[in-house]
């Protein structure tokens, strides 16, 4: 059958209501995706498992009616379980474990949508990176400039989306790996509230709650969709989040009431932030007020110092427990089997006690809740998207012997992500500015926890007033 010629001129949303009215079918949506993977992946290396016959057999076998019917859809090879579908995690240590018998909840929720999922997409070994550019699949490129990064660890996804062979994938967020990566790609991307997305059977929580599972898009409203769509506790998690007073979508159609926004531009570490970046928060500060915002600069006063420390302390002791969760070897990976620097993280992670730990849960919270004082009197927060323009390929580099500084250029690449991994507020990202050369800068937008709908609201204003739909790389051109 033939692919349909227009697909890149909707987003999902749009290609989902041509599926309803008959327009076109869900098999030629398939096959266009698939055309643009075959045709552009090469150069960036975002699709790492092709599963075309998986998704020609959903939709032979009937997809459900659902917001998304016919569209397609990738998994990141991480966290997303897909029951008799390897997963590798990005790691040649796991890349044999056996495939799930079950999919997981999320992607359960996925496919109720009506999602036609055709392959995985790359990520960094175990989700430890905000590059991709793991040992066992090589690197993701992103598609505006292919000398440097994707972002990671979603990086496949984000790739994939920028280069517009679909538009929308799966991804995940444990320190800003869903918002790095639709920075450094221009997508859009939300990390949703701590407890949106269920993470059951097989996770309570991860890295100690930081973790959550969505996607990257080309619009906000296919992001409100998606949640509406996903979001929800599943059995036996050990928290959620706030239930949302109406569905997400709506809240990105409805009227807009005046916000109170607060913007700084002081990175929580402390690192000097590229002027590009804080060239589009000025200008969208601008935009804020035009659209009839009340916006002035506040930093939150929370404790700077504890940031980057609280976060590693969770992240390497949960990379113990990791690297002794293969379920066949028996044993915990051992130096050589897994990158340098996973290896020198677990390394950091054996010499944390129990009481470092607890420490550092609890500083956790406490950030959250002066995160939450300084809500009190503002509805959103601006940062920059990123403190640097997405380095070159190899800088961010898993295997440093180095590992300390390692850490140093992740969160000198990336200083504002983790901020909101640690509080549990919802974040979106959004390729507001502009390189000269035309390369998407993005602007960096938190909310109250448990408040998806305000950033999403104000995402969706700020998208009509500078919009980015049309704006491709030069790969899709």
């Given at each position: 059958?033939?692919?349909?010629?227009?697909?890149?001129?909707?987003?999902?949303?749009?290609?989902?209501?041509?599926?309803?009215?008959?327009?076109?079918?869900?098999?030629?949506?398939?096959?266009?995706?698939?055309?643009?993977?075959?045709?552009?992946?090469?150069?960036?290396?975002?699709?790492?498992?092709?599963?075309?016959?998986?998704?020609?057999?959903?939709?032979?076998?009937?997809?459900?009616?659902?917001?998304?019917?016919?569209?397609?859809?990738?998994?990141?090879?991480?966290?997303?379980?897909?029951?008799?579908?390897?997963?590798?995690?990005?790691?040649?240590?796991?890349?044999d474990t056996p495939p799930p018998t079950v999919d997981s909840e999320h992607v359960k929720r996925l496919k109720k949508a009506g999602l036609v999922i055709f392959g995985r997409t790359n990520t960094c070994e175990l989700g430890l990176s905000l590059t991709c550019e793991p040992q066992l699949h090589g690197p993701t490129k992103s598609p505006w400039d292919l000398t440097r990064i994707s972002g990671g660890s979603s990086g496949g996804a984000a790739a994939s989306v920028g280069a517009r062979m679909l538009p929308m994938a799966h991804a995940s967020d444990g320190f800003g790996s869903i918002r790095a990566p639709a920075a450094c790609c221009g997508n859009v991307g939300l990390k949703p509230?701590?407890?949106?997305?269920?993470?059951?059977?097989?996770?309570?929580?991860?890295?100690?709650?930081?973790?959550?599972?969505?996607?990257?898009?080309?619009?906000?409203?296919?992001?409100?969709?998606?949640?509406?769509?996903?979001?929800?506790?599943?059995?036996?998690?050990?928290?959620?989040?706030?239930?949302?007073?109406?569905?997400?979508?709506?809240?990105?159609?409805?009227?807009?009431?005046?916000?109170?926004?607060?913007?700084?531009?002081?990175?929580?570490?402390?690192?000097?932030?590229?002027?590009?970046?804080?060239?589009?928060?000025?200008?969208?500060?601008?935009?804020?007020?035009?659209?009839?915002?009340?916006?002035?600069?506040?930093?939150?006063?929370?404790?700077?110092?504890?940031?980057?420390?609280?976060?590693?302390?969770?992240?390497?002791?949960?990379?113990?427990?990791?690297?002794?969760?293969?379920?066949?070897?028996?044993?915990?990976?051992?130096?050589?089997?897994?990158?340098?620097?996973?290896?020198?993280?677990?390394?950091?992670?054996?010499?944390?006690?129990?009481?470092?730990?607890?420490?550092?849960?609890?500083?956790?919270?406490?950030?959250?809740?002066?995160?939450?004082?300084?809500?009190?009197?503002?509805?959103?927060?601006?940062?920059?998207?990123?403190?640097?323009?997405?380095?070159?390929?190899?800088?961010?580099?898993?295997?440093?012997?180095?590992?300390?500084?390692?850490?140093?250029?992740?969160?000198?690449?990336?200083?504002?992500?983790?901020?909101?991994?640690?509080?549990?507020?919802?974040?979106?990202?959004?390729?507001?500015?502009?390189?000269?050369?035309?390369?998407?800068?993005?602007?960096?937008?938190?909310?109250?926890?448990?408040?998806?709908?305000?950033?999403?609201?104000?995402?969706?204003?700020?998208?009509?007033?500078?919009?980015?739909?049309?704006?491709?790389?030069?790969?899709?051109?």
């Amino acid at each position: 059958m033939k692919a349909f010629a227009d697909f890149e001129q909707y987003d999902a949303l749009g290609l989902a209501d041509l599926v309803k009215r008959g327009k076109v079918s869900p098999t030629e949506l398939l096959e266009a995706a698939i055309e643009r993977v075959e045709a552009r992946n090469g150069a960036v290396n975002a699709v790492t498992m092709k599963l075309y016959d998986y998704g020609r057999k959903a939709i032979a076998d009937g997809l459900p009616d659902g917001p998304f019917t016919g569209v397609p859809f990738l998994l990141k090879d991480l966290t997303a379980s897909l029951a008799g579908v390897k997963m590798t995690r990005g790691s040649k240590f796991f890349a044999d474990t056996p495939p799930p018998t079950v999919d997981s909840e999320h992607v359960k929720r996925l496919k109720k949508a009506g999602l036609v999922i055709f392959g995985r997409t790359n990520t960094c070994e175990l989700g430890l990176s905000l590059t991709c550019e793991p040992q066992l699949h090589g690197p993701t490129k992103s598609p505006w400039d292919l000398t440097r990064i994707s972002g990671g660890s979603s990086g496949g996804a984000a790739a994939s989306v920028g280069a517009r062979m679909l538009p929308m994938a799966h991804a995940s967020d444990g320190f800003g790996s869903i918002r790095a990566p639709a920075a450094c790609c221009g997508n859009v991307g939300l990390k949703p509230t701590r407890g949106r997305n269920t993470l059951s059977p097989y996770t309570g929580e991860g890295l100690g709650g930081c973790s959550t599972e969505h996607a990257v898009t080309l619009t906000v409203r296919d992001t409100a969709a998606l949640l509406d769509a996903t979001a929800g506790a599943g059995p036996g998690d050990p928290y959620a989040a706030p239930p949302q007073p109406r569905p997400f979508l709506a809240e990105v159609q409805a009227e807009r009431r005046p916000l109170r926004i607060a913007y700084t531009t002081a990175a929580p570490n402390g690192v000097p932030v590229d002027t590009e970046y804080l060239k589009a928060l000025a200008e969208t500060v601008v935009l804020c007020k035009d659209l009839g915002h009340k916006v002035q600069e506040a930093d939150p006063g929370i404790d700077r110092a504890d940031v980057v420390p609280t976060f590693l302390t969770l992240a390497a002791a949960n990379m113990v427990v990791l690297l002794a969760s293969h379920p066949t070897a028996g044993r915990p990976a051992r130096k050589g089997e897994v990158e340098n620097v996973t290896w020198g993280t677990a390394q950091k992670g054996e010499r944390i006690t129990a009481a470092d730990y607890v420490r550092a849960t609890q500083t956790m919270h406490r950030l959250g809740r002066q995160m939450a004082a300084f809500h009190a009197d503002y509805d959103v927060l601006l940062t920059p998207g990123l403190g640097t323009l997405p380095p070159k390929l190899g800088w961010i580099d898993m295997m440093l012997e180095d590992v300390d500084e390692y850490w140093r250029r992740v969160f000198t690449f990336s200083p504002f992500t983790v901020w909101f991994n640690l509080t549990g507020q919802p974040a979106l990202m959004l390729p507001l500015g502009r390189t000269a050369s035309g390369f998407p800068i993005a602007v960096q937008l938190a909310g109250r926890y448990g408040e998806e709908g305000t950033i999403l609201s104000l995402g969706a204003q700020l998208e009509k007033a500078r919009p980015w739909f049309d704006k491709k790389p030069p790969i899709a051109l």
